[in-house]
């Protein structure tokens, strides 16, 4: 993490809008602001830099404490909608 | 981590908002049904509670973390734990603690007064052991008259003493007091078992006890051999004739006076003189050994 964190701020990136995806396992979120959805087919996460929409099968939410959440499962596509 | 698993009946998002603003970490979220299930912290149980107090929500426990469980079963059986617990400590306790005595003896030794012994020495029922000096308990024991082994030892909460004699039932046993045959001053006493009569420097009189055959405990009077010695000092006189006043029959009435067990300590030697030689008239202080049970 520590290195991926160096080359985003190496690349001049915004590191709070990062997300990691790992497939077949789950993902980890930054700057969650609300789940506005949840299935086991579907999350939906309201960040502070717009609308994450997860699809996939076997979706969990492993952990969610303050603005950080682990969703685990099966996560084929991640739809990002920023806000302007 | 100790974590509660809660089943509420909620949609996952208006039950996750709550969560995220009473600021309390979920983990395992799932939906089932109408049901949505998620675990916390034991520590956050409370709060949980409180922010689903409503009806509608029908929150409960739908699978309490190790340590509740085991803190449940422990109230919930309070009376057995309790029971249990106040056993080992009995038992731990009373392990440190002389319940009984039991004495194993071959000989014509009576318990009483092996147990007495051992009692002086700090070995009594209801006294912890470590009160119990088993190096000169033992040693008392072995000097009673005949005694080959002896061995003090712990069975649980038992004090058990071994004990060997060569004279098993042997009648040399004297159970009686040790009693002055003489006149004089004692020197010295010493009772290995049994209790002095007389002090170091008291006159003593022929037939007067210098060590009882029983011991003292507490108010009351324990039978026992009585086993030790006294050196008694005593002025004697004797007279005896010798042909002439020589050196050489000096030293002969002299030794004539010696007794076994007897020491002379002083004697003067005055000479009176007769037809058919002398008369030699001695004075000395002696001092004799009277023992009884000494092997």
Redesign the interface.
């Known amino acids: 993490m520590k290195m991926i964190s160096q080359i985003l701020k190496e690349l001049g990136a915004d590191e709070d809008r990062a997300f990691t995806v790992v497939p077949s396992f789950g993902a980890y979120f930054k700057c969650v602001l609300a789940i506005t959805e949840f299935s086991s087919q579907r999350v939906v996460l309201k960040t502070t830099f717009g609308t994450l929409t997860l699809s996939g099968d076997g979706l969990k939410v492993g952990e969610y404490f303050e603005c950080d959440a682990i969703i685990r499962g099966n996560i084929e596509e991640v739809k990002i909608d920023e806000i302007d | 981590m100790k974590l509660t698993e809660i089943c509420i009946t909620s949609t996952?998002?208006a039950a996750?908002?709550k969560?995220?603003k009473a600021?309390?970490?979920?983990?395992?979220?799932?939906?089932r049904g109408a049901d949505f299930l998620?675990r916390v912290k034991d520590k956050d149980l409370k709060k949980v509670f409180a922010i689903f107090s409503k009806p509608c929500y029908n929150v409960r426990t739908e699978k309490k973390s190790a340590l509740s469980r085991i803190i449940s079963a422990t109230l919930l059986r309070a009376g057995l734990v309790a029971g249990a617990s106040l056993f080992v400590v009995l038992a731990a306790v009373s392990n440190l603690f002389i319940l009984r005595i039991e004495v194993h003896c071959n000989g014509s030794f009576p318990e009483s007064e092996i147990t007495a012994i051992v009692g002086e020495e700090g070995g009594a029922v209801g006294k912890p052991f470590s009160s119990l000096d088993r190096a000169l308990a033992t040693g008392r024991l072995l000097a009673l008259p005949g005694v080959t082994f002896c061995n003090i030892s712990k069975r649980g909460s038992v004090l058990v003493v071994d004990l060997e004699s060569e004279i098993s039932n042997s009648p040399s046993a004297r159970r009686e007091n040790l009693v002055s045959d003489l006149d004089g001053v004692v020197k010295k006493i010493v009772a290995v078992c049994g209790t002095p009569a007389k002090a170091e420097g008291d006159a003593v009189n022929k037939g007067e006890i210098l060590i009882y055959a029983h011991n003292i405990v507490g108010d009351n009077t324990v039978p026992c051999l009585a086993v030790g010695y006294a050196d008694i000092q005593f002025k004697g006189y004797s007279e005896i004739s010798a042909p002439s006043d020589s050196e050489e029959n000096r030293k002969s009435a002299l030794a004539s006076i010696a007794k076994e067990g007897q020491i002379t300590d002083s004697a003067d030697i005055k000479v009176r003189q007769t037809d058919g030689g002398v008369i030699f008239e001695i004075t000395y202080l002696c001092t004799r050994r009277l023992s009884i049970n000494l092997t």
């Open positions: 996952a998002e996750l908002k969560l995220k600021s309390i970490a979920v983990y395992d979220c799932e939906k998620f």
